[in-house]
């Protein structure tokens, strides 16, 4: 099986020059005008620009591999994190069901608070409660899982406390955002970059950004985990590498020139009917 590592046109002129000997000079001929041909398919593919103002034709599968161990980061665990929280909780449980070495973090300064109630996933008694450290207790008695809660905002040095135990077959860290903010977007990007610049192009140690947001009745969801503006496809359809969700949309990370509702939360652009009541569960979904 050849190695994708050396999918290339040298190696397959190699290759062919190799076999010559022994498959004969036109099968090493048509050995080696394939590998050319599949090489340049391959060249002409990890160039290609997504245009991301209007939806791929066709679904792209993303690949992101196998890993030995996996970190899903949570950021923000308010209106689209709380119910974020309890998909990655099933999801953690079902993969360490299966013997898989995952954990999940969950990070938010916030406490509930009664406006909360009905609008995110929480309820009357934990009023009060940090929201992270709420969830995450839910979690390991609902599931037996390990979750761990971080009650302040999410800084710069949590994807290297966090990151996973190095393996020789390979590690993940998935950030999750569900803020409401463009300041903590911006904190996330950039400490995503330094981490993806100080870890270098590694395929045994990947950094995801998922990130989530939403307006009134409408939102979106952005994934990378490319510093590179132009994604990687392979002639296959798969996506091995996509432009960090601010790369895709650089509003995510610029403050805006009318402030976003009077610069309110999720929670009280809901009370004002500012928001639709269920926009927050559709976006966790």
């Known amino acids: 099986m050849v190695n994708p590592k050396y999918f290339t046109a040298t190696y397959y002129k190699g290759w062919g ?73 099933q999801l953690v449980y079902t993969l360490q069901s299966t013997g898989q070495d995952i954990r999940l973090i969950m990070i938010d300064p916030d406490q509930v608070e009664e406006k909360n ?27 037996g899982i390990s979750v761990t809660a971080v009650v302040s905002k999410f800084e710069a040095d949590m994807l290297e406390r966090f990151r996973p135990a190095p393996s020789p077959s390979g590690t993940l860290t998935v950030v999750v ?5 463009w300041q903590a977007r911006r904190d996330m990007a950039e400490a995503i970059e330094t981490e993806l610049n100080r870890r270098g192009p590694n395929p045994l140690d990947r950094i995801w950004w998922v990130d989530s947001g939403n307006e009134r009745d409408y939102g979106q969801v952005y994934v990378g985990n490319s510093l590179s ?26 403050k805006p020139e009318k402030p976003r509702e009077l610069d309110l939360s999720c929670a009280d652009m809901a009370l004002l009917e500012e928001q639709n009541a269920m926009i927050n569960k559709i976006m966790a979904t």
């Open 17 to 89: 020059v190799y076999w010559r000997s022994r498959l004969g000079t036109r099968t090493a001929k048509a050995l080696q005008t394939a590998g050319t041909w599949l090489a340049k398919k391959m060249q002409m593919a990890a160039t290609q620009v997504l245009n991301y103002t209007d939806p791929p034709k066709e679904p792209i599968r993303v690949e992101t591999g196998s890993f030995a161990r996996t970190v899903i980061i949570l950021v923000g665990t308010g209106g689209t994190g709380s119910y974020c929280a309890r998909y990655l909780a």
């Open 117 to 143: 109630v009905g609008r995110q996933d929480f309820c009357l008694a934990e009023i009060g409660l940090d929201k992270a450290a709420t969830l995450a207790q839910r979690y390991r008695i609902a599931y």
């Open 177 to 181: 955002g569900a803020v409401d903010n």
């Open 229 to 254: 503006p132009v994604p990687l496809i392979s002639p296959f359809g798969f996506a091995f590498a996509l432009p960090l969700p601010h790369l895709q949309d650089r509003t995510l990370v610029i």
